[in-house]
C-alpha cells in the first residue's frame, strides 16, 4: 500500500509525493486540485498586470500631436469641476466619438459624435447613469424672436430634443429649444410645438411656444 511522506514546514504548500519504494503505475495520472487561495492570488495577479498594461498604453497614446503641433488621436482633459472628456481628434479637429464623465463617480454625463468639428448623430444625456435626454437634430438658428423685454432676438443655435424620466427611462416629452451656448442650460427657451406624454406614452398636451413663453396649450 502507497503511502505519502510527511512534508517539512518549508514544504507545506508542496503537493502531497509517495514515499519510499513507492510508484505511480504508468496507465494513472494524478491531478492536484488548486486551492481557492490559489486561483484567486492567480487572478488578482492577472488583473495587477493588465491594469498596468492599460495605464502604461494609455501614457503612451493620449493627448497626442503630430511634428506639425496638430493634435491627433485620443484627448483626455479634465475640468475643475470634475469632469473628464475623452475626445478624438484629426488634424486638430474634432473627430469620432466623445464622451463626458463625472470624475468622482465615473458616470457617464453625455455622449455622441463629431465629424470635421461638428456635432453630427443623436447626443444622449445621463444622470447617474440613466437616461434623460436625446438631442436629436441641432443647427444655426433663423428665427428672430422676442426676450422677456419684447426685444426681437436671435438666439445663435437650435436643438430638438427629447426628455426622459431618469428614474423610468420613458419618454416625457420633445421639441425644439433656442440658446446661445447650449440647449442644456438655464438660458435655453422652449419654441415652436412642444409634445407632452404620460406614462404609457400617450400623447396628454400639445403647447406651442415662442422663446420659452407659451402661446397655445392643447390638452387631451
Known amino acids: 500500500m ?22 505511480i503505475p504508468p496507465n494513472v ?34 493627448n497626442q500631436t503630430d511634428k506639425n503641433g496638430l493634435k491627433q488621436g485620443v484627448w483626455v482633459k479634465y475640468s475643475a469641476s470634475n469632469i473628464i472628456d475623452s475626445m478624438f481628434y484629426l488634424n486638430d479637429t474634432l473627430n469620432g466619438q466623445f ?55 436671435m438666439p445663435t443655435f437650435y436643438s430638438y430634443v427629447k426628455l426622459y424620466d431618469s428614474k423610468t427611462s420613458k419618454l416625457k416629452s ?9 440647449w442644456d442650460s438655464d438660458f435655453s427657451n422652449e419654441h415652436g410645438l412642444w409634445i407632452y406624454f404620460n406614462y404609457n406614452g400617450d400623447t396628454i398636451s400639445l403647447k406651442t411656444y415662442e422663446n420659452g413663453k407659451i402661446i397655445t396649450n392643447n390638452v387631451r
Open 2 to 23: 502507497d503511502t505519502f511522506c510527511p512534508l517539512s514546514r518549508a514544504q507545506k504548500h508542496a503537493p502531497p509525493r509517495l514515499c519510499g519504494n513507492s510508484h
Open 29 to 62: 495520472s494524478v491531478h492536484y486540485k488548486t486551492t481557492p487561495m490559489k486561483r484567486t492570488t492567480l487572478v488578482i495577479i492577472l488583473f495587477l498586470f493588465s491594469a498596468e498594461i492599460t495605464i502604461l498604453f494609455s501614457q503612451t497614446t493620449i
Open 99 to 153: 464622451k463626458s464623465y463625472f470624475k468622482n463617480s465615473t458616470s457617464l454625463r453625455h455622449y455622441g459624435e463629431y465629424a470635421k468639428g461638428i456635432r453630427i448623430g443623436i447626443w444622449k444625456f445621463f444622470d447617474l447613469g440613466n437616461l434623460r435626454a436625446e438631442e436629436v437634430t441641432r443647427g444655426a438658428n433663423k428665427d428672430s424672436v422676442r426676450n422677456n423685454k419684447g426685444e426681437l432676438v
Open 174 to 182: 420633445e421639441g425644439k429649444v433656442l440658446y446661445y451656448d447650449s
